[in-house]
């Protein structure tokens, strides 16, 4: 039997997960990274932390099945973190700073600069997103900025730049390829997605040269071999990558336009499928690749929201209100509502549709009669809330249902709360990890085992279907708004 090995690199761990070419399930394994906040609004991830913790989770997982995994029936596909930006020197390999990650906010007065300058209309045009520090040029062009010797090395030849698939592909081969797939390049904010290039004008806008930027290629095209630092005593073949939201609407099957999802993680991500041909976005959210396949690239409209399960991770480890976020559900529901009592989480500032990265986060509605259940309960309710935030600018107020994926798709009142606010079905699947599904269908597509999206529509298995509750006090949706609103005015 064949193997396919998924790499799930998210924001706080890399995941390496094992499936057969039914798209099985077999095995999992996990290594947490750790997150660097040098300053107010930095977060910084160390890239080969990173890719010593994919080999080693490749490692755990071939030691639990190693009676199964020879190099002749294995190959290697991955899903990934988007935006974040690593640069390191070609020659040593080493990169010259911590990557950048999606969540920081260093590139917040650039940002308002370009944007004052009238560059705005320019950038959404060709890379179908905002001028936001969410994106990786501005991470690239702050490292070449800051760290010493660095701009001269990019002018010179010797740095290369890349998301973290390109790190990891980059590392797996040796530094024999250079690659990230049309999704990534389509987060960076240097690449036109029209001409499904880099864009010249954007990197000189950015003041990145061409030389330091990979070759695109397509989702399930082929990217090398590697023997996983002498994990597989022959090389496997590399065959599909593509970024975390990207995988999950392959995973979850969002071939037609018109689909969508939302995926649940670090932050959370809303995708509708367009079509193959690109839109402009409504206001607040972008147009990205949705991802290119069996010779076909389809466009998506997304958001994307910097704090979900991040809030519940930061209720665990800094507030040390539970231990886990699984206890949270049981508190949550001991309590009939929120108390009055809103969480903003905007700790990286807000992301779509408000788009505003300067803002803080805020507790709102305290009094005396709140308790911990109120607190929790609200925070569960803050991602329910951001998620219709961005489905009623996406859609016009609904969908005929969106699929979800994630760990926190496993909180019951969450899922149903979150069908009561959007008015549609809430479609649960079968695997947690619809990102790492999605870069399986691309392996498969890349080495020939399928040859058409009806072959594989039949492996998504839906486990549960939340529908909206018959009557809902949509009230509490007013009260987020008005949340919001006082947080947006009190950072002006």
């Known amino acids: 039997m064949n193997y396919i090995i998924a790499i799930d690199q998210s924001t706080s761990a890399t995941k390496a997960l094992l499936f057969d070419e039914q798209c099985r399930l077999l095995a999992r394994t996990s ?84 944007r004052s300058l009238g560059y705005s209309s320019m950038v959404m045009e060709k890379s179908g997103l905002l001028i936001d520090p969410n994106f990786s040029a ?42 990230t797939d049309t999704t990534n390049a389509s987060r960076t904010m240097l690449f036109n997605i029209h001409t499904m290039q880099w864009d010249d004008d954007l990197l000189r806008l950015f003041d990145i040269p061409r030389s330091m930027m990979p070759e695109v290629r397509a989702c399930d095209a082929l990217y090398g071999e590697t023997t996983v630092e002498g994990i597989f005593d022959e090389p496997i073949q590399i065959a599909g990558v593509l970024g975390d939201s990207h995988g999950a609407l392959v995973g979850q099957m969002c071939f037609q336009p018109g689909s969508g999802k939302v995926t649940y993680g670090t932050g959370s991500s809303v995708m509708i499928n367009i079509g193959e041909q690109p839109q402009p976005a409504p206001e607040g959210l972008v147009t990205s690749v949705g991802f290119t396949a069996l010779g076909k690239t389809f466009y998506g409209f997304e958001g994307n929201i910097y704090s979900t399960g991040a809030t519940l991770k ?56 709140a308790t911990k259940a109120h607190f929790l309960r609200a925070a569960l309710e803050s991602i329910a809330y951001q998620i219709k935030d961005l489905v009623d600018v996406m859609s016009g107020g609904g969908l005929r249902e969106i699929c979800a994926d994630g760990g926190p798709t496993k909180n019951r009142f969450l899922m149903q709360f979150q069908a009561d606010m959007l008015g549609t079905p809430v479609v649960c699947t079968e695997v947690d990890d619809a990102s790492a599904f999605g870069a399986v269908i691309m392996n498969g597509f890349a080495r020939g085992l399928w040859k058409s999206f009806d072959e594989v529509v039949g492996f998504r298995k839906v486990t549960e279907v939340y529908t909206p509750s018959a009557a809902v006090d949509m009230s509490v949706y007013e009260g987020w708004r008005n949340a919001v609103g006082m947080v947006i005015h009190s950072n002006r």
């Open 314 to 369: 930061w209720i665990c480890d800094q507030l040390q209100l539970i231990e886990k976020p699984s206890q949270m559900e049981a508190l949550a529901t001991s309590v009939p509502d929120n108390g009055g009592v809103y969480i903003v989480p905007a700790f990286s500032g807000l992301g779509a549709p408000w788009w505003q990265s300067g803002v803080k986060g805020a507790v709102v509605g305290l009094t005396f009669m």
């Open 138 to 179: 501005t991470g690239v062009k702050w490292l070449l900025d800051n760290v010493d010797g660095a701009r001269q090395l990019a002018e010179g030849g010797q740095l290369l730049m890349g998301t973290i698939d390109t790190w990891l592909v980059w590392k797996l081969t040796g530094g024999r390829v250079h690659a």
């Open 31 to 114: 290594v947490d990274h750790r997150q660097y906040y040098p300053q107010t609004g930095w977060v910084e991830h160390d890239a080969e932390e990173i890719y010593n913790n994919m080999v080693e989770a490749i490692r755990k997982l071939k030691e639990m099945v190693k009676s199964e995994l020879s190099a002749s029936h294995c190959s290697l596909c991955l899903t990934n973190q988007r935006e974040t930006a690593v640069v390191w020197n070609r020659q040593t390999g080493k990169p010259i700073a911590n990557a950048v990650v999606w969540q920081d906010t260093r590139g917040t007065q650039m940002c308002n600069d370009l």
